[in-house]
T-cell receptor
């Protein structure tokens, strides 16, 4: 069963623009993670934010978490063509720390 | 480099013919996962092992089974594949516990086709 939803399902932007993806989830969580998947490949971990954190940065990535709204956003600044991929949020299924469920994902296309 | 390796990358089997997908890891992680991912969809958790403890998802078909003979290896057995089982199968590992604040590491998947 899926834990949440992502918005938008698909996003197309020009190189250099910022891309924002949103994720909502249904139950309490310990952590929320964002992953990236290039076509035909496995998923690659981008960033983890804990339930007691509100914002986290990693390079051109900025993640926010609002536990009151059960939502998170991923911002990619100054996008590049190489950022073209699918992006998924994932949450654990509280109180289980080890069961990880993925949202439906956002397909990002960055046009050179 | 330490990694998660899935073999083969592409697997073709016949309708109803049992097939086994394999996953190995050199990360020494105690948790291993199997996900099924269909085109343009999210990975769907089938089961996971915490050490040797097997955790099956309620909606995982009975047709799917798994074995973990040791820390490094995990297998996905599909006893009688149907056309609906054609998908990418992803293996992932993770250090368990630690309040779940460790990332998963994924293999590149096995794409299963059913003839």
């Amino acid at each position: 069963s899926q834990q949440g939803e992502e918005d938008p399902q698909a996003l197309s932007i020009q190189e250099g623009e910022n891309a924002t993806m949103n994720c909502s989830y249904k139950t309490s969580i310990n952590n929320l993670q964002w992953y990236r998947q290039n076509s035909g490949r496995g998923l690659v971990h981008l960033i983890l934010i804990r339930s007691n954190e509100r914002e986290k940065h990693s390079g051109r990535l900025r993640v926010t978490l609002d536990t009151s709204k059960k939502s998170s956003s991923l911002l990619i600044t100054a996008s590049r063509a190489a950022d073209t991929a699918s992006y998924f949020c994932a949450t654990d299924a509280y109180p289980s720390y080890d069961k990880v469920i993925f949202g439906p994902g956002t397909s990002l296309s960055v046009i050179p | 480099d330490a990694m998660v390796i899935q073999n083969p990358r592409y697997q073709v089997t016949q309708f109803g013919k049992p097939v086994t997908l394999s996953c190995s890891q050199t990360l020494n992680h105690n948790v291993m996962y199997w996900y099924q991912q269909k085109s343009s969809q999210a990975p769907k958790l089938l089961f996971h092992y915490y050490d040797k403890d097997f955790n099956n998802e309620a909606d995982t078909p009975d047709n799917f089974q798994s074995r973990r003979p040791n820390t490094s290896f995990c297998f996905l057995d599909i006893r009688s594949p149907g056309l609906g089982d054609a998908a990418m199968y992803l293996c992932a590992t993770r250090t368990g516990g630690l309040f779940g604040n460790q990332p998963q590491h994924f293999g590149d998947g096995t794409r299963l086709s059913i003839l």
